[in-house]
Nanobody, 122 residues
Framework: VQLQASGGGLVQAGGSLRLSCAAS????????MGWFRQAPGKEREFVAG????????YYGDSVKGRFTISRDNAQNTVYLQMNSPQPEDTAVYYC????????????????WGQGTQVTVSS
């Protein structure tokens, strides 16, 4: 499956931004989908994950209550709604697909998108 992340850009702190991850090649309904981010000099960090049906959702502690992950299997797309982003959320954001039922670390993911830059200004 090929993943294409989009929607990144420059946003003011306290604003909002929605990232999209469009899949092609295979349907995303076959995968647990996740969003990760990586800031310069830091390790790749789990942001959010959603089960194949969308019934189970997981968030990293740093984004709980501010970010929302969702999926539209009919559109083969996964979203990350970023509300009230802060400068510390600045990073390259990646979407990824895993054949496992659940995954919160990068290792179990089989496919990765190219990343989209999110910059939050104070």
């Amino acid at each position: 499956v090929q993943l294409q992340a989009s929607g990144g850009g420059l946003v003011q702190a306290g604003g909002s931004l929605r990232l999209s991850c469009a899949a092609s090649g295979r349907t995303v309904s076959s995968y647990f989908m996740g969003w990760f981010r990586q800031a310069p000099g830091k390790e790749r960090e789990f942001v959010a994950g959603i089960s194949r049906s969308g019934s189970s959702i997981y968030y990293g502690d740093s984004v709980k209550g501010r970010f929302t992950i969702s999926r539209d299997n009919a559109q083969n797309t996964v979203y990350l709604q970023m509300n009230s982003p802060q400068p510390e959320d600045t990073a390259v954001y990646y979407c990824a697909a895993s054949r496992m039922v659940f995954a919160m670390s990068p290792g179990p993911y089989d496919y990765w998108g190219q990343g989209t830059q999110v910059t939050v200004s104070s």
